[in-house]
Nanobody, 124 residues
Framework: QLQLVESGGGLVQPGGSLRLSCEAS????????IGWFRQAPGKEREGVSC????????NYADSVKGRFTISRDNAKNTVYLQMNSLKSEDTAVYYC?????????????????WGQGTQVTVSS
């Protein structure tokens, strides 16, 4: 069974940090670009970050540049999203998604597999 499982979400104070993980089972991530998306209540899903299958190129939404870092460890079949200097507006359910391509896409419908999501809440 092909599956992506996110973990690492939780409640954190503003200015704090979290590291999200996205682990694949049933397939290898080596040939997939991986994106992180998020969706806050009442808002549309938005792309946060993406990393190419080779790991050589990454991109970020303007709202998270300089604060979030995406990385991948293909040996562990896992992609990470390090989130620093968190703000209340980062509160959302975060999803990872795999696209069978070397290249990232900003369009969520171009991704083939999705995780179930992990809640991130930034609040004092």
């Amino acid at each position: 069974q092909l599956q992506l499982v996110e973990s690492g979400g939780g409640l954190v104070q503003p200015g704090g940090s979290l590291r999200l993980s996205c682990e694949a089972s049933g397939f290898t991530l080596d040939y997939y670009a991986i994106g992180w998306f998020r969706q806050a209540p009442g808002k549309e899903r938005e792309g946060v970050s993406c990393i190419k299958s080779s790991g050589g190129s990454t991109n970020y939404a303007d709202s998270v540049k300089g604060r979030f870092t995406i990385s991948r460890d293909n040996a562990k079949n896992t992609v990470y999203l390090q989130m620093n200097s968190l703000k209340s507006e980062d509160t959302a359910v975060y999803y990872c998604a795999a696209r069978k391509s070397d290249y990232c896409s900003v369009f969520f419908y171009e991704y083939d597999y999705w995780g179930q999501g992990t809640q991130v809440t930034v609040s004092s």
